[in-house]
């Protein structure tokens, strides 16, 4: 089983804004992989399935940013998860600009609040995770920016970030993290 996991804050608020980022590709992958949502586990609205030859669980946790580590960390103890094999979290990132994605194997929380928190939860942080630009926020405060509607100029942009980082997941899935960021992260440049 791997977990896969996209990061946002749940109710029809946040629907749709930069910080959803996360949530948007967990829509795309159960979409496109005609998986269907399940019922509310690991502290997360729950889609299993497979994508390509591979049983997955995608999970679009229902605490707040700040806390995914919570549900993060009952998935991957319920499941036995290695975090370096059988992890990847999908997140929103203010330093890559819209339409970029950025594949790493493991790296710091870069100040992401969710990702701190999931590092908590796992004790480490050496896990996979998939960051979708979002831009930085210019003159408006970084939690007004985030917690805001992507721009008319954002949407195109965003709308191809969201079908690589799709992408991406199968590919992570089927061949590994190595192809995986040679392909994706080269593509997005």
Known sequence: MYLIVGLGNPGSQY?????????????????????????????????????GSTRALLLKPNTF????????????????????????????????????????????AGGHNGLTDIERALGTRDYPRLRIGIDAPGRMSQVDYVLGRFSADQK???DLALDQAADAVACWLDQGIEPAMTRYNAASS
């Not at 749709?16 to 992958?29: C, P, Y």
């Not at 991957?76 to 990132?93: G, H, M, N, T, Y």
């Open 15 to 51: 629907a749709n804004t930069r910080h959803n980022a996360g949530f948007m590709v967990i829509d795309r992958l159960i979409q496109r992989h005609g998986l269907s949502v399940g019922k509310t586990q690991f502290k997360s609205l729950a889609a299993e399935g497979s994508i």
């Open 65 to 108: 940013m700040n806390r995914s580590g919570q549900a993060v960390g009952e998935a991957a103890r319920f499941f036995k998860i290695d975090p370096v094999e059988q992890l990847l979290v999908l997140v929103d990132d203010l330093a890559l600009p819209t339409g970029r994605i950025r594949l790493r194997a493991g790296g710091s």
């Open 156 to 158: 195109e942009p965003l």
